[in-house]
Nanobody, 125 residues
Framework: VQLQASGGGLVQAGDSLRLSCVASGGIFSRYNMGWFRQAPGKEREFVAGIRWSGGTYYQDSVKGRFTISSDNAKNSVYLQMNNLKPEDTAVYYC????????????????????WGQGTQVTVSS
């Protein structure tokens, strides 16, 4: 499975961005999908996840601002980011997991099999 993320950019605090991730080479509808981010000098952290069987999950700091969604017909997962803050600045990665995940395990990067190349999001104050 290959993942291609896009949609990052330089925005001001309070602005919105929509990240997209297109998957190819697998049965997209059977994958759990996640968005992670990594800021300079920090570990990669979970942002949002969506299970193929249903259910969305978010890091507490993005709840109410970010929305993850998927479109099986387009083999794509999206991350709508509203009211962006400078602390959201990071490289954002999409990832796919073939194993069954639950609300806790969907948050662990080690449970994902495939990763996209990352897209930079920079939020200025």
């Amino acid at each position: 499975v290959q993942l291609q993320a896009s949609g990052g950019g330089l925005v001001q605090a309070g602005d919105s961005l929509r990240l997209s991730c297109v998957a190819s080479g697998g049965i997209f509808s059977r994958y759990n999908m996640g968005w992670f981010r990594q800021a300079p000098g920090k570990e990669r952290e979970f942002v949002a996840g969506i299970r193929w069987s249903g259910g969305t999950y978010y890091q507490d700091s993005v709840k109410g601002r970010f929305t993850i969604s998927s479109d099986n017909a387009k083999n794509s997962v999206y991350l709508q980011m509203n009211n962006l803050k400078p602390e959201d600045t990071a490289v954002y990665y999409c990832a796919a997991a073939s194993n069954r995940l639950i609300s806790t395990t969907i948050r662990a990067p080690g449970n994902y099999d495939y990763w996209g190349q990352g897209t930079q999001v920079t939020v200025s104050s």
